[in-house]
Every structure is written in C-alpha cells, then in structure tokens.
C-alpha cells in the first residue's frame, strides 16, 4: 500500500513538472515573437534611408500542445493577434523584463525616453501600456490606437484577465500600465489553479461540511424552497437560452435565509453547494467594511468579479450588517452607509452567479432587496420531531446510551435550536474521553442542557 502510494505521488509530481515544462517552453517562444516584433518595429521606425521598409505584421506561432496552460489559453480563446499581442506584454514584467529595455532608448531632443513607445514605471517596475502594443502594431498610427482602445473596451476576455494598475496617474485606458489580474498571473506561468483563499486581501473564504443533503433536518416547506435553487442550477441556462426568456429575467439567482440563530442557515448553504456541485464563499465582513469612502465598494466588486464566471455561491452572513435599511441622510455617515447599501442593490441584480444572504431580523433588510429575492426561506426553531431526529443521529456508533435516555422526552421538553443539540453532545461525548466511559447518562445530557440555557439566559455584561 506504501508503494502504491509512493508511486502515486512520484506520477503526480512528474505530471506537475510536465505541465510546468511545457508551459515554460510555450512563454518562451511566445517572448520571442514579442522580441522579434519590438526588434523589427525599433528598426524600421529609426531607419533613416528613404527606401525604408514596408512594415508587415509578424503573426504568432501557434500551440499544439495540451499540456501547456498558456497555449491552451490562447488557442480556447481564439485570441486575434492583438489581443495575445496584450496578453504577453502584460505578462513580460513577470517572465522577462529585461525585453523591454530596448525600449528604454533615450530621445536627445528630449533627453527622457521615447513618449511613442510607452513605457511606464510605476514602484520600480517597467510596464508596457495598451500604447506600447499601438506603437509595436502601428507605430504613430492614430487609426491603429484607436482600434487597440476599441479592443480594450469591447473585448470581454480583456476586461476579465488585464488589470490595469491604477494609480490615478494615467490620463487614458491606451496610457495605463498592463498587469494581469493575481489569478491569470499563476495560471499562466505556473500552471496551476488559481486558490483566491490563498490571498491575504481576498475577502472571501470557502464554506464546507463534512453532512451531505440527507443529512440535513429541515421541514419540508424549506426542502421545497431549496429545491427551487437547485432546479435553477441544473436548469436555468436552458431557461434562458433555449426556451428564450432570458430578457424577460435578471441574471443570477438570490436567496435570503433568515430566522433565529443556530437554525442551520449556514449549514444549509454549504451543503446546498455539495448538492449542486458549486463552491461556496462566505463573505469575510472584517475585510470588506472599510471607513474610507469607495473602499468597501471596491473589496466587494473584487469578490464579485472574480466569482462572476465561476460556479461559486457567494454567501452573506449576519447579511443586514451590509444590506440593512437605508436611514434619511442626516449625517456623512449615514450618506456613506446609503452609497454602500445602493451599489449592492445594483451589484446582485446584475451578478450571473447564485447569492445567499442569511440574517436573523428579515426587518432588518433594506426592502428594496425583496423584490430582487428569487427565494425568501424561514428557518424556524426546530419542531420536535425534528429535534427527536437531531438527537438520535448526533451520537456516535462509540457511545452506548443508557436505557433510561428518553430522547422523545428531550424533544418535547426542551426547545433547542439544531445548533445547541450538536454542542450538547459535544459537551457530553468530551465528558465521557475524560473520564474514560463510553455509557451516556441522563445526568450527562441534563447537566450539559442546563449549562447551554444558563449561556443563554445569564446577563452580557
């Protein structure tokens, strides 16, 4: 089994090296078309002779193998020659900087650098802008500038892999540094999947559950109100596409989930994820909230754009802390707390993906949400026929429950929430580790019920 394992491994590791390989040797040969292009164009734009060269494109090679992430980038996505031109000029302050020293030539009427070539620095970095690929494609060229800004503005793909570094000092989109955005810079050159939870300022981190959907003890009003997500998910495409409704329904599915704490709310969420096969993120508030006017927008558009094309359920807890009701505009403070609340209204109509938000006041929600809420689902204290369920399944096939436990007299007697029922047993199956027993008694379950009604009843402060 060792073995088995070992080679396992050893397999692994081989692939990893042969996709890293492989896309190491497709940037290189995709750098020196870059190279040979910005060689050609230095050339033929300081060539004197009145017999200069005519200017013909150089077009780029194409990939064939598979195992390399970029040239399957490239040949999925169909890039034309400028786009790809874009892409790898983005990338080259990364894999090869030092190409673009060629374009460091200095003007000696100006004596600073070429303003045609443009090339900027920003925090010690070259970085080619959207003028560099007008220059290289064109030269002084109007008419190629603007098709390279048309391209900037119309092309989908662009939008969602080039992050252009602002910094407030470039005057146009054509002057703007090009960077690629944190995921396409690891899925380009290393080959491997972009992890966002990895990034100590992403605000997002992954929700999960070791309970399936049969697991789950909920009434069968909330089943059939989940049921609708998952019909959306397997079905919603062909709604919109094939039977053509699509104009007539926002993109995206929103759900709000609302009742008292320890309902199951977030457990609901994380399960309804493994059900669909979608990810699901909880919104880190900490890292979104933010006192600085336009802050706070910005630390949720990145969550929102980079959930816009995946299968992630974006997940809102304690949700009335960012969707609460808007207040009259008394004070700066409540204006700001207003701005955030309107471009959230605005961002979840148009996001394509599946939100969640989950609160324990539904009057605490702006009610400009509801309308825009495709589900609104009451998790109610648990029944007792459902805390009967909770109590019979909690504990573990190692414990042995002593014949005077009357589980249906637990249910009825006491009305704990599904979470107060799992920490109970908690509680109780750590008491018997310590003191060496496998037997539950009834004054074991008794004395750990009164402690949790004593957490909640006792003075905060």
């Keep these: 089994m060792w073995q088995t394992h070992k080679n396992r491994l050893r397999s692994e590791a081989c692939q990893k090296t ?4 492989h896309n190491a040797r497709d940037l290189t040969q995709e750098c020196s078309w870059l190279k040979q292009l910005l060689h050609t164009r230095i050339t033929h734009y300081f060539e004197q002779s009145e017999h200069a060269t005519e200017w013909h494109i150089i077009e780029p090679a194409e990939f064939t193998s598979a195992l390399s992430s970029y040239g399957h980038f490239i040949e999925s996505n169909k890039l034309s020659t400028l786009e790809r031109l874009l892409i790898i000029l983005a990338l080259t302050p990364v894999i090869n900087p030092s190409l673009f020293d060629v374009l460091l030539s200095i003007n000696e009427q100006t004596n600073r650098p070429f303003t045609e070539f443009g090339i900027v620095e920003r925090d010690a970095t070259l970085y080619a802008s959207a003028a560099t690929a007008a220059f290289i494609l064109g030269g002084n060229d109007v008419m190629t500038q603007c098709q390279v800004l048309k391209t900037l503005h119309t092309s989908p793909l662009l939008k969602r892999v080039l992050s252009h570094y602002d910094d407030g000092h470039a005057p146009s989109l054509l002057s703007a540094p090009l960077a690629l955005t944190a995921e ?28 399936t959907w049969q697991d789950l003890v909920l009434p069968t009003s909330i089943q059939s109100q989940l049921d609708d997500i998952i019909q959306w998910v397997k079905h919603g495409e062909t709604l919109i596409t094939e039977w053509q409704i699509g104009k007539q329904l926002r993109p995206g599915y929103r759900a709000l989930f609302y009742g008292p704490p320890g ?24 890292m979104v909230t933010s006192k600085y006017i336009g802050e706070t927008e910005k630390n ?20 009335d802390a960012l969707f609460g009701k808007r207040q009259a505009s008394n004070s700066s403070n409540d204006q700001f707390a207003n701005q955030n609340v309107a471009y959230l209204l605005q961002r979840i109509e148009r996001f394509n993906g599946i939100v969640i938000l989950a609160s324990n006041f539904k009057d605490n929600i702006d009610n400009a949400f509801f309308r825009r ?72 379950i008794h004395d750990a019920i009164a402690r949790t009604q004593a957490h909640h009843t006792q003075p905060r402060w």
């Excluded at 042969?18 to 390989?21: D, E, I, K």
């Excluded at 109610?380 to 249906?408: H, V, Y």
């Design 184 to 211: 396409y810079v690891q899925t380009l050159t290393t080959a491997t999947a972009y992890t966002p939870e990895s990034d100590s300022t992403f605000a997002a981190s992954p929700v999960k559950s070791n309970m």
């Design 263 to 286: 309902t199951g709310k977030t457990l609901t969420a994380s399960v309804l994820g493994q059900a669909v096969d979608m990810a699901v993120y909880k919104i880190d508030l900490s």
């Design 18 to 21: 042969s996709a890293l390989s």
């Design 300 to 319: 949720l558009e990145k969550v929102f754009s980079l959930a816009e094309h995946r299968r992630w359920i974006l997940f809102f807890d304690e949700a």
């Design 373 to 444: 809420f495709e589900s609104i689902v009451h998790f109610e204290s648990p029944k007792p026929a459902q805390r009967l369920s909770m109590w019979q399944n909690g504990f573990c096939e190692k414990t042995r429950l002593s014949p005077d436990i009357n589980f249906q007299q637990l249910a009825d007697q006491y009305p704990l929430s599904g979470a107060d029922i799992v920490n109970i047993i908690r509680c109780v199956s750590l008491k018997l580790l310590s003191q060496g027993r496998s037997e539950v008694h009834p004054r074991d």
